[in-house]
């Protein structure tokens, strides 16, 4: 007999149906037997799957430790770069705070005069002469321990 032909036009079945039947199998009785060479075979593979292991974890620990340090080094770099604009920043703050024009001017706004002749000491501290003004000074002490 014919495949059947449906009216697509293509066969929907074609050929005897395969039949499977099921068989059930005991294997409660057998009994493994031991390979020492299977058995040292496999300790060596995973051995040496072991050592590999390590061998790739460590390439792997140290490429992205120094892909870490990278990142930690560039982020050092660009703190030092703000830092070293902020010095800049600060000394040239520094400069024009202290420029003397600028503080006659405030001096003469706050109603201060400039100094007379004689009115101004210039005190030399490394003087020894009793003549010269000394800030501060301080005779040396001798001390007696009676016994």
């Avoid at 059930?24 to 799957?49: C, T, W, Y």
């Avoid at 005069?113 to 040396?140: C, F, K, W, Y």
Wanted: net charge neutral; with cysteine; charged share 25%.
């Amino acid at each position: 007999m014919a495949a059947a032909v449906s009216t697509r036009g293509q066969p929907f079945w074609i050929g005897t149906p395969e039949i499977y039947f099921t068989k059930a199998i005991d294997n409660s009785r057998l009994v493994k037997v031991e390979d020492p060479r299977r058995a040292r075979e496999m300790r060596q593979f995973g051995s040496a799957l072991a050592c590999l292991f390590l061998l790739v974890m460590t390439y792997a620990w140290q490429h992205f430790k120094a892909i870490e340090y990278g990142y930690r080094i560039e982020s050092l770099k660009l703190e030092r770069d703000g830092m070293v604009e902020m010095n800049r920043a600060l000394r040239l703050e520094d400069a024009s705070l202290r420029d003397p024009e600028r503080i006659d001017e405030l001096a003469r706004r706050l109603g201060l005069q400039s100094p007379v002749a004689g009115q101004v000491l210039q005190l030399d501290m490394q003087s020894s002469e009793p003549s010269v003004p000394v800030i501060a000074g301080m005779t040396p002490v001798a001390v007696a321990v009676a016994q």
